[in-house]
């Protein structure tokens, strides 16, 4: 069964250091997110992307976050500085339509540790 | 905004036995989608069942039905004859309908689940 993979399952930084997560959607998908849970909260929507573009953000989702779709498989999440607060679980969904019954399918996350 | 609580950190149930997990949401909009996702331990969140808020039908997959009561912006998740299998962390989340942010998941912090033998 097709599936979302995530790279790397853990990551350890320190503070000021970039950052890039790495998904790989399901192939025929077209709306790609990234979602993510510091440990203990609730998973919080970061941004989807479309057709090239983010199509909607977080206020979570500042300049120091960048995605990126650099070929046809692999979609990215940059955090360009990391603070201490940026660690947490990072999640990759993707879904084959934007629709509103449209079924997100979520990686196996990410964990960004910043030192 | 929207919000999602579960209000249960923590369930546990016997094997074969029934257990309801609590999901209450606080919105203005009338059209709307409401999920269960179950996440097993070191796996990803998949999709257990969904209700659109325009039905008054309750969903049901197999042991898994919701109890929907839009007025009370109550969503349960009643798991039947509960197996090894259905220990998880499981999540209450919401979707907008039609217009805007159709893409956002609102989700609840979560309810950790745990199936005695």
């Known amino acids: 069964e097709p599936e979302v993979t995530q790279t790397p399952s853990h990551q350890v930084t320190q503070m000021g250091q970039e950052v890039i997560l790495r998904c790989v959607p399901i192939?025929?998908?077209?709306?790609f997110y990234w979602y993510r849970q510091i440990l203990g909260q609730k998973v919080e929507f970061l941004v989807s992307?479309?057709?090239?573009?983010?199509?909607?953000k977080s206020e979570i989702f500042d300049d120091q976050f960048s995605v990126e779709r650099p070929d046809g498989s692999n979609f990215t999440l940059k955090i360009r500085s990391t603070k201490l607060e940026d660690s947490a679980m990072y999640f990759c969904?993707?879904?084959?339509?934007?629709?509103?019954?449209?079924?997100?399918?979520f990686g196996e996350g990410s964990r960004l540790t910043v030192l | 905004a929207q919000t999602v609580t579960q209000s249960q950190p923590e369930m546990s149930v016997q094997e074969a036995e029934t257990v309801t997990l609590s999901c209450t949401y606080d919105?203005?909009?009338?059209?709307?989608?409401l999920f269960w996702y179950k996440q097993p331990p070191s796996r990803q969140m998949i999709l257990v069942i969904r209700?659109?808020?325009?039905?008054?039908q309750n969903a049901t997959e197999n042991r898994f039905s919701v109890n929907f009561q839009k007025a009370a912006k109550s969503f349960s998740l009643k798991i039947s004859d509960s197996q090894l299998g259905d220990a998880a962390m499981y999540f209450c989340?919401?979707?907008?309908?039609?217009?805007?942010?159709?893409?956002?998941?609102?989700f609840g912090k979560g309810t950790l689940l745990t199936v005695n033998p």
């Open positions: 989340a919401y979707r907008r309908g039609r217009g805007g942010s159709n893409y956002k998941l609102t």
């Open positions: 992307f479309y057709n090239n573009e983010i199509s909607e």
């Open positions: 969904a993707s879904s084959q339509t934007g629709t509103n019954t449209g079924e997100l399918f």
């Open positions: 192939s025929n998908h077209l709306y």
């Open positions: 919105t203005s909009e009338s059209d709307y989608y």
């Open positions: 209700q659109e808020a325009y039905k008054q």
